[in-house]
Nanobody
Framework: QVQLVESGGGLVQAGGSLRLSCAAS????????MGWFRQAPGKEREFVAS????????YYGEAVTGRFSISRDNTKNTMSLQMNNLKPEDTDVYYC?????????????????WGQGTQVTVSS
């Protein structure tokens, strides 16, 4: 059974930073692309960032480019999202996700596994 568990969410003031982590179990994750999406109540899930299975190719959503950075450590089956210069509009539930191919994707439907989500709240 594939499991993804997020951690690191919380409350931070605007301009601050948070680091989200995703721990994966059950597989050799170098063959899986991974990513982060976020979702606010009543809204569609939004692409945040993705990284290929080898950590070579990284892509970001327009709203976070230049402020967020995605990385992974396949020796530990973990992935991280460093979020800097946070804004109130970054307030969302953030989801870790993985797909059964090394190539990344931006579409929610392309991903096969999802974590339970972690809340990020940015106060103004």
């Amino acid at each position: 059974q594939v499991q993804l568990v997020e951690s690191g969410g919380g409350l931070v003031q605007a301009g601050g930073s948070l680091r989200l982590s995703c721990a994966a179990s059950g597989r050799t994750w170098s063959t899986y692309a991974m990513g982060w999406f976020r979702q606010a109540p009543g809204k569609e899930r939004e692409f945040v960032a993705s990284i290929d299975g080898y950590g070579t190719y990284k892509y970001y959503g327009e709203a976070v480019t230049g402020r967020f950075s995605i990385s992974r450590d396949n020796t530990k089956n973990t992935m991280s999202l460093q979020m800097n210069n946070l804004k109130p509009e970054d307030t969302d539930v953030y989801y870790c996700t993985a797909r059964k191919t090394p190539a990344t994707a931006r579409q929610e439907v392309s991903y096969d596994y999802w974590g339970q989500g972690t809340q990020v709240t940015v106060s103004s």
